[in-house]
């Protein structure tokens, strides 16, 4: 089925939702199929992809049975990448759903069949900067969660919060599948400061920890005004880079989880199932 990542981080302004178009981008590039859901009512993805914002054309719909969630499947600039775009009226779905039943499961529930129909390799959910019922809808949907965090003091004071709620979701049993896929490094200058974070970050969290690491760079401020991703508004900038350095490297720790995943799975050799029964 297709794979749900939720890039997810409470703290505002750490390069979540550039991490997310660019990904999605980068993806697309190789020849994989991707599905954007935009859950911040800011619609920064969504415009980031060049759509407008449209009344009526979100997940909320979709979340309140008013809309069939193909209805809100949207095309993008980037051929291979689709998205369920955002909107203001997204800010208030969290009261609405709070009043559901099974609340937690909303967004879970009406991706199930999207993924079985596995039209798209990955699903990358943009989630709000905050611990809301939206984010917490994303964490319940998804396979894994990557975390763009910025290379500075203040955003490792927020990290230890989203883990912790990742390994509360599954130990709950409200998604016991949900794993960390990894912490990406962004916003990077080269300072002391920024390598003494990079640092900690990974003496804390070991291999969760990317290698690549994503600069601040001007190009990424000015790609959104063109609704186009920096990976197609500036290819060869030090931010495109990073971005496609790190998808490569997403795309080598998926081929070698599932790898093992698939060796855990195949069956015994005849002698040895023979001696086992």
């Not at 550039?18 to 599905?35: C, D, I, P, W």
């Not at 054309?57 to 069939?68: F, Q, V, W």
């Not at 396979?143 to 989203?162: K, R």
């Given at each position: 089925m297709s794979y749900v990542i939720a890039i997810a981080n409470q703290k505002g302004g750490v390069g979540k939702?550039?991490?997310?178009?660019?990904?999605?981008?980068?993806?697309?590039?190789?020849?994989?199929?991707?599905?954007?859901?935009d859950l911040d009512p800011q619609a920064n993805a969504t415009s980031g992809l060049g759509v407008e914002p449209q009344d009526g054309?979100?997940?909320?719909?979709?979340?309140?049975?008013?809309?069939?969630i193909d209805e809100v499947i949207l095309g993008t600039v980037i051929e291979n990448v689709n998205i369920i775009p955002s909107e203001v009226n997204l800010a208030g779905a969290e009261i609405e759903i709070a009043r559901m039943e099974d609340h937690l499961h909303g967004l879970a529930n009406i991706l199930e069949p999207i993924k079985e129909a596995n039209v798209f390799d990955y699903i990358i959910?943009?989630?709000?900067p905050s611990l809301g019922i939206l984010m917490s809808n994303a964490l319940a949907a998804a396979?894994?969660?990557?975390?763009?965090?910025?290379?500075?003091?203040?955003?490792?004071?927020?990290?230890?919060?989203?883990t912790q709620l990742i390994e509360r979701l599954r130990n709950t049993e409200a998604n016991p599948r949900l794993?960390?896929?990894?912490?990406?490094?962004?916003?990077?200058?080269?300072?002391?400061?920024?390598?003494?974070?990079?640092?900690q970050v990974r003496e804390h969290y070991a291999d969760a920890v990317y290698e690549s690491v994503i600069p601040r760079s001007v190009r990424a401020g000015e790609a959104?005004?063109?609704?186009?991703?920096?990976?197609?508004?500036?290819?060869?900038?030090?931010?495109?880079?990073?971005?496609?350095?790190?998808?490569?490297?997403?795309?080598?720790?998926?081929?070698?989880?599932e790898t093992i995943v698939n060796a855990n799975d195949a069956p015994l050799p005849t002698s040895e199932a023979s001696t086992i029964v």
């Open positions: 939702t550039t991490t997310v178009v660019n990904f999605a981008a980068m993806l697309a590039s190789k020849k994989k199929t991707v599905l954007v859901i054309i979100s997940l909320y719909p979709a979340l309140m049975g008013t809309r069939s959910i943009d989630c709000p396979d894994s969660v990557i975390i763009p965090m910025q290379c500075e003091y203040y955003a490792m004071e927020g990290l230890s919060v989203i794993v960390l896929d990894g912490i990406l490094m962004t916003m990077y200058n080269k300072t002391r400061l920024a390598d003494d974070v990079i640092s959104p005004s063109f609704g186009l991703p920096v990976v197609v508004y500036a290819p060869s900038s030090t931010v495109a880079v990073g971005y496609s350095e790190f998808t490569k490297e997403f795309l080598k720790r998926r081929k070698a989880k």
